[in-house]
């Protein structure tokens, strides 16, 4: 069946340094929709970008990610940590033949001053 | 004012007894959902509902019974409660289609004691 993967659990980093976590993922569908889903502590997840398009980059909110279908993957990544990017980060994928999201088991970013 | 609301916002309940979490969602969505999230596990998902009728149940356990009056309401009823049981329980609505994004609700926090 589809699934997310996300490797990191925790990831610990300083301000100012590069974000990168990692997600890949894996379907039978040829068309794939990848999501980034924030949760700030205590508050709810939010959408923070998705892609349908094969190798184009998408941004928000100095976040950015490219969907590669050749590698499965949806990394998200951001040049200068902040540390208000502390959070919970999902990468969730639309299901094979349907429109519900599977979510991935998440990274929890934490950025030290 | 928030689009999807959860009442209660907080709820403490005795082990054993049955309680009913509400979910309304103003947008529009035809397609609401159940997630589960609790300090030992990611965001889990345990059922979804489409116009009202239910399309994917992922929750093993039959203690846990949604209901949908409404086209927009979906409530969800534990009976039985369990410690275990205790977490963050979140309704989500989206329309029915790949590319469209999950809103959440603030969620309901659950203690059972």
């Known amino acids: 069946g589809d699934s997310v993967t996300q490797t990191e659990g925790l990831v610990t980093l300083t301000e100012g340094l590069p974000v990168m976590l990692n997600c890949t993922y894996q379907?039978?569908?040829?068309?794939?929709?990848l999501f980034w889903y924030v949760q700030h502590l205590n508050e709810s997840p939010r959408l923070l970008l998705k892609?349908?398009?094969?190798?184009k980059r998408t941004e928000h909110q100095g976040f950015h990610a490219t969907l590669h279908k050749s590698s499965s993957s949806f990394h998200l990544q951001k040049s200068s940590a902040q540390l208000s990017d502390s959070a919970l980060y999902y990468c969730a994928l639309v299901s094979s033949g349907s429109w519900q999201l599977i979510f991935g088991s998440g990274t929890q970013l934490t950025v030290m001053p | 004012d928030p689009k999807i609301i959860q009442k209660p916002k907080y709820l403490v309940a005795v082990t054993g007894s049955e309680k009913i979490l509400i979910c309304e969602q103003y947008l529009g969505h035809n397609a609401m959902y159940w997630y589960r999230q609790s300090a030992k596990k990611p965001l889990e998902f345990m059922f979804s509902?489409?116009?009202?009728?239910?399309?994917d149940n992922q929750t093993a356990s039959s203690r846990f019974q949604p209901q949908s009056s409404k086209k927009n309401h979906l409530d969800l009823q534990i009976t039985a409660l369990k410690p275990d049981d205790s977490a963050t329980y979140f309704c989500?609505?989206?329309?029915?289609?790949?590319?469209?994004?999950?809103?959440f609700g603030s969620g309901t926090r659950l203690l059972v004691i």
């Open positions: 379907t039978i569908y040829s068309n794939p929709f």
């Open positions: 509902y489409s116009y009202q009728k239910l399309m």
């Open positions: 989500a609505s989206s329309q029915e289609t790949k590319n469209s994004d999950y809103t």
């Open positions: 892609s349908f398009t094969d190798n």
